[in-house]
């Protein structure tokens, strides 16, 4: 549905990129016209659908794979839906929940989910398998995960998921649709938070759900319920953040991995985790699963988070920032950002590390951020390496 023009005539020609419409409303000639858009043949109001919105979720679906997509006003947004959603529709209230996820959504699934009615039992990357006994109505998985990067075979996920008559909720956001295909290797569910990769310039807050048409319909109704609607204007920004992701992520993967394999040489780091490093715990699942290892590693210093702290603290060119997947470089301190609102001993069970330094890789040269980082490691501990 395109914009008419103020004299109601549509332009010649078509615009190349999205128009924006902003309109929260649409009038109509006539009742039985206002009646049809209600059914679904058009547009009534922008929290069950806008035009631009519509469009990006077209193109998200094609870039997934997937038969439909619905997207959200933040990648939480995405993920809680996508979980009520898959719940709802099993109808049994059982999640079978992956530890080593994103910390908002450990905190959701952890403090909020339970007080619906729904059982939750955790699986970890090591030894999953013995969680799935009994029937369960949704398996949630993160691979890669963030911040330790580990990769499950989803595959294998799948076949046991559906074992235990689940739906499998897979969360793609490190990987992007470029570096893994998960509906393709038998997920029912994909999720982004799209404010990283897809939009990929740290400018917009949005999610998207990639799915089957049937289940969208009882996404979309969840989210017209919640209210949980992407604005037009971070729809388009998405868009255009689309039209480069498959040069930015080709990059970022390129100097991450350059970079990860300097990291594993020097001194004053403990420990690398890159899923395509041979000493990463899931290296083969990594190489025969991901087409593309991505932008993100994090690496482990001597000395815990205090030294941590001090080398993010002495950086000079490397951001000091929360968020990911943009073309700056930016880097985090897990244990005091992103899963903060975890225990020292839940961290722990998920391999977070007090000096576990996140760093997402953006389109700066190699040489920029390798001598960034060896100016700021002066001072910090150093070790023989084994």
């Not at 038969?67 to 059982?94: D, H, K, Q, T, Y």
């Not at 949704?138 to 989803?154: C, G, I, S």
Request: with cysteine.
């Amino acid at each position: 549905m395109t914009p008419a023009s103020a004299s109601g005539d549509l332009p010649p020609g078509r615009p190349l990129t999205p128009p924006i419409v902003a309109s929260s409303t649409f009038s109509f000639e006539s009742t039985a016209d206002c009646l049809r858009a209600v059914r679904g043949e058009g547009h009534i109001y922008s929290r069950w659908g806008n035009p631009t919105v519509e469009s990006l979720e077209a193109r998200l679906a094609d870039l997934c794979g997937s038969e439909a997509a619905i997207a959200f006003s933040s990648g939480m947004a995405a993920v809680s839906n996508a979980l009520l959603s898959a719940l709802a529709r099993v109808g049994r209230p059982r999640l079978l929940c992956h530890r080593e996820v994103y910390g908002g959504t450990y905190e959701l699934v952890r403090d909020l989910l339970p007080r619906y009615g729904v059982e939750v039992r955790w699986f970890s990357s090591d030894g999953w398998e013995e969680a799935f006994e009994g029937r369960w109505g949704v398996v949630y998985a993160e691979t890669p995960t963030n911040p330790t990067l580990r990769v499950l075979d989803l595959e294998r996920l799948a076949v046991a998921a559906r074992r235990v008559g689940a739906l499998l909720v897979v969360d793609n956001t490190f990987a992007t649709p470029l570096g893994q295909r998960p509906l393709l290797l038998g997920a029912d569910v994909e999720v982004h938070s799209a404010s990283k990769y897809l939009g990929g310039h740290h400018d917009l807050l949005a999610g998207v759900v990639a799915c089957a048409r049937d289940f969208a319909h009882t996404l979309w109704t969840h989210r017209k319920l919640f209210g949980a609607t992407l604005d037009p204007f971070p729809a388009y920004l998405l868009h255009r953040g689309l039209e480069t992701l498959s040069l930015r992520v080709r990059r970022q993967s390129e100097t991450a991995w350059q970079l990860a394999r300097w990291l594993a040489e020097q001194s004053w780091v403990e420990r690398v985790h890159f899923p395509w490093l041979p000493e990463h715990p899931d290296h083969q699942v990594a190489r025969r699963q991901l087409e593309l290892p991505g932008g993100m590693l994090s690496f482990e210093v001597h000395g815990g988070l205090a030294a941590a702290a001090g080398l993010a603290d002495r950086l000079r060119r490397i951001r000091h920032a929360a968020s990911l997947g943009g073309t700056a470089t930016t880097l985090t301190l897990p244990a005091a950002t992103s899963h903060a609102g975890l225990s020292a001993e839940e961290r722990a069970a998920a391999g977070i590390a007090d000096g576990l330094v996140r760093l997402s890789v953006g389109l700066e040269d190699l040489d920029l951020l390798t001598t960034d980082l060896s100016a700021a490691a002066q001072g910090t501990e150093t070790r023989p390496r084994a």
